[in-house]
């Protein structure tokens, strides 16, 4: 059974060849990314600030639907770190709307834990700049004891 088609006991058994298409995963991903596209120009429409650029985009990729990322989004976990909030993306990303809607789209079904702490990699690259071991103003210089006669 190719990537196409539905998969499923029930679906193998009862649902023709074009059923099974039509519930397959491309035609599934394509009518969903139709429905946002929609959506997005709907918004465009009442003055929500979604560029011609983000529009293009969608319309570019309607029907390249990558099924085995879809399937790890689906049924696997993923483990995405940032140093900065949400709220700071703004500022990386040139494109509101497509920083909203990236944000939208990761945290749809995700567990967010907030750490503050020491960023590990921070640390890493810090120590590796500095090179091994304590810097020397850190040096500790230990007393002697002088012999007597």
Not at 62 to 89: C, H, K, V
């Amino acid at each position: 059974m190719s990537d196409e088609r539905w998969t499923s006991p029930l679906g193998s058994r009862y649902a023709s060849p074009a059923m099974q298409r039509l519930w397959g995963g491309p035609h599934r991903i394509g009518l969903w990314r139709r429905i946002w596209l929609a959506l997005a120009e709907a918004e465009r429409e009442l003055a929500l600030p979604i560029t011609e650029e983000a529009l293009a985009q969608m319309r570019a990729h309607l029907d390249d639907a990558d099924l085995a990322a879809a399937a790890r989004y689906e049924r696997r976990s993923m483990l995405i770190t940032a140093n900065q909030p949400f709220g700071e993306w703004g500022k990386i990303f040139p494109d509101q709307a497509m920083t909203l809607a990236s944000i939208d789209r990761l945290v749809h079904h995700a567990t967010i834990l907030e750490m503050n702490v020491e960023s590990y990699r921070r640390r890493e690259a810090l120590d590796r700049k500095r090179g091994r071991g304590r810097p020397a103003t850190h040096a500790t210089i230990k007393k002697t004891e002088k012999s007597e006669d």
